[in-house]
């Protein structure tokens, strides 16, 4: 983990605010002009990633001798999202998938991936959609492995994965076909033998990166698990995995306020008849940062009572993306109907917010289960 902890010491030269700062800067220089084209899906912007990268947003979280802190990583993706939805969500996969490698006892892999993952030199995301599913019941693991001398053989196919392309990589689970448990492992998508396939039209966020993937007996060596098992490495991520989500719900949040002050001064005087006003959503977004900064400071957290207040604030992030994106459509009226209007799409990437895993329903059953 050498390496990894020296990343992050370099990282921490700078105050949080700083990194968060840049981020915001970048993000209204570059970003802003790209945002209609990665939700139309004309624009994946992979250089944008990469600047977000080279001032810090993608290694502030990485364990730093033992303990990790995800308050920067999730300032930093709300300021992205405060511009761009698609992506804030982009910024997640990222960060989800230097976490895997902070995370991983693999030292081969950590040396190899951690600066080039947490610097954004290479860029990648996460397949743990179908796992995450599987291990609460919801649907089975589509990915299955058998052992082999020095790694496994995979087989399967994933529906969507996000945040990748040629040169990508992103994390993964499959189950062993001996009955002995799951693997989690990185996923190179320049293998010959890993095919990408475009996905059908979205609602909003086209520009992601989003593919279905599909395994012919790749060959997945040792130097590329992460965990095995993967039980108690998920386990061990799992919170992390879900805060992180929260940077995502921040910034459209207080875009959506942004977006109701804006029209404040020609529809103020019939706006106020409206039940919920911007001064309701400043409360309730600074109520959610509060939480959410709470517990990203001990993502390690292995209490119960910790991880169902880590799955009730996803929860309401999620619902709360929803309810500022439809209060900020109604305050806008008519305008916030055209397709020229961020309202709209602050709208469809408000419900993506809902439903990325773990989606609403699933928190809910979580919630009831544990």
Not at 16 to 40: H, K, M
Not at 60 to 87: F, K
């Amino acid at each position: 983990m050498g390496s990894l902890a020296f990343s992050r010491a370099d990282i921490l030269d700078q105050p949080a605010p700083s990194i968060a700062g840049e981020v915001a800067r970048i993000a209204r220089e570059q970003l802003a002009p790209l945002a209609a084209g990665i939700d139309d899906g004309s624009v994946y912007p992979a250089e944008v990633l990469r600047k977000f990268g080279e001032v810090g947003a993608w290694g502030s979280h990485v364990p730093h001798e033992g303990p990790a802190d995800l308050r920067c990583a999730i300032q930093a993706m709300a300021a992205i999202g405060e511009v761009c939805g698609g992506t804030a969500f982009m910024a997640w996969c990222q960060n989800t998938l230097v976490w895997y490698a902070a995370n991983s006892t693999n030292m081969k892999l950590a040396k190899r991936f951690g600066d080039a993952f947490s610097t954004g030199r290479v860029l990648g995301g996460t397949g743990l959609s179908n796992p995450m599913k599987s291990f609460f019941g919801i649907e089975k693991l589509k990915l299955k492995g058998r052992k082999v001398e020095g790694g496994y053989i995979v087989r399967g196919a994933l529906p969507w994965v996000s945040n990748l392309g040629p040169d990508h990589y992103f994390g993964t689970i499959f189950e062993r076909e001996d009955d002995q448990g799951t693997v989690m492992f990185l996923a190179d998508c320049s293998d010959p033998a890993i095919t990408l396939t475009p996905c059908k039209p979205f609602l909003a966020m086209d520009g992601t990166g989003t593919y279905g993937v599909q395994f012919r007996d790749v060959f997945v060596p040792d130097e590329l698990i992460l965990a095995d098992p993967a039980a108690p490495f998920v386990k061990k991520i799992r919170a992390g995995f879900i805060l992180l989500q929260a940077g995502m719900a921040l910034g459209v949040i207080r875009d959506c306020i942004n977006i109701m002050d804006e029209v404040d001064a020609p529809l103020g005087h019939i706006n106020r008849y409206l039940p919920q006003q911007p001064v309701d959503f400043r409360a309730l977004a600074a109520e959610l940062e509060s939480e959410t900064m709470a517990l990203a400071r001990d993502p390690y957290n292995e209490e119960e009572t910790y991880w169902r207040k880590v799955i009730a604030l996803r929860l309401r992030a999620g619902e709360a993306s929803v309810a500022a994106a439809h209060a900020a459509m109604l305050h806008c009226g008519a305008r916030g109907y055209l397709k020229s209007h961020r309202a709209q799409r602050r709208l469809r990437e408000a419900y993506f917010v809902a439903i990325v895993t773990p989606a609403t329903k699933q928190l809910r059953k979580m919630l009831a289960d544990s």
